[in-house]
């Protein structure tokens, strides 16, 4: 098994460096988010309808994925390690998010509006107003915040099912990405219905996101970074997207800055080109790290 569930994750990560991502109209995740859009409306009973969909909604699909995965298993092993790698390429997200980011930077030094443009598919802020330099903090927060919740936590969930069965890692990464996207899409303060979606997205994500500040600090040759990053982490709103960000703000010694929100690293400058490319590319190689710790997870 664990022979079957390395190999899926080396197809994962080769679909992931040629093809980025799957067409968006295609896309599982994206047909996922339409069925979650049917319940982005008021109701009269927000909070038990929001639960029921929280616990409802990422259950069914992995339980659907998982069965998929014991079929193709029964009817060939190879199809089996191939599904596997289709639905953790599904679930994972990095090639294009760095790519997407590299834009971004690259645009704030010679088209700043179209950088405007572009960080938008990273973030959901207000970008009319953002300087280039808060275009290219948005970009480095984005990458490291999607680091944990991206990336290591659906591969932690595989490797970890990994150990008893191949069809229960693909449901696990199926589970835990449906409860990431539940939270995108409902859980802010101004939707009651996502209220269960940000609290179980809150407790799925703690370990994943320390994990991913941790690969941020090894991928900078930075230990230290988790230190000095330990009195701007809890600044942002969110109880676990400011570990990795702070650690990637500690390794640049940059100041990354949501306006009128959190600031951390408040005594440094804001990121430089250079210094945006360099946090790129830390994360980029936590990325494959992650891949590579979480394959000798799955391996023993």
């Known amino acids: 098994m664990g022979l079957t569930a390395v190999a899926s994750m080396g197809l994962a990560l ?23 859009g049917w319940f982005d409306r008021p109701w009269s009973t927000p909070r038990p309808v929001g639960t029921v969909v929280a ?53 704030t030094e010679t088209d ?31 990458v490291a915040e999607n680091l944990a919740d991206g990336l290591v936590a659906p591969l932690l969930a595989f490797a970890l099912g990994a150990r008893l069965s191949l069809p229960l890692a693909v449901a696990a990464a199926v589970w835990v990405k449906a409860v990431n996207t539940l939270d995108s899409m409902l859980g802010y303060r101004s939707k009651p219905v996502g209220w269960a979606s940000a609290r179980l997205d809150d ?20 230990p230290a970074a ?44 804001l990121p430089t080109v250079p210094k945006a490319r360099q946090g790129i590319r830390v994360v980029a190689i936590a990325g494959l790290v992650s891949f590579l710790l979480a394959g000798v997870v799955a391996w023993l």
């Open 203 to 222: 407790v799925v994500m703690w370990l994943p996101s320390r994990l991913g500040a941790m690969l941020i600090a090894l991928a900078g040759r930075s």
């Open 112 to 142: 700043p509006e179209r950088a405007r443009e572009s960080v938008r598919a990273l973030v959901g802020r207000d970008t009319e107003s953002l300087s280039p330099g808060e275009l290219r903090s948005a970009a480095v927060e984005s």
């Open 14 to 36: 080769a679909l992931d460096r040629l093809f980025e991502e799957f067409p968006a109209r295609v896309h599982p995740v994206a047909l996922f988010g339409r069925l979650v």
């Open 55 to 107: 616990l409802v909604l990422p259950a069914g699909t992995a339980a659907l994925a998982g069965g998929v995965t014991v079929l193709s298993v029964r009817y060939h092993p190879l199809l089996g390690t191939v599904v596997a790698a289709l639905a953790l390429f599904t679930t994972t997200s990095h090639r294009m998010l760095l790519s997407v980011a590299t834009e971004v930077v690259e645009r």
């Open 226 to 269: 988790l230190s000095r990053a330990r009195s701007w982490r809890d600044d942002p709103p969110s109880p676990n997207s400011g570990w990795p960000m702070a650690a990637l703000a500690a390794v640049l010694g940059v100041e990354l800055r949501k306006p009128g929100v959190y600031v951390l690293n408040p005594n440094a400058e």
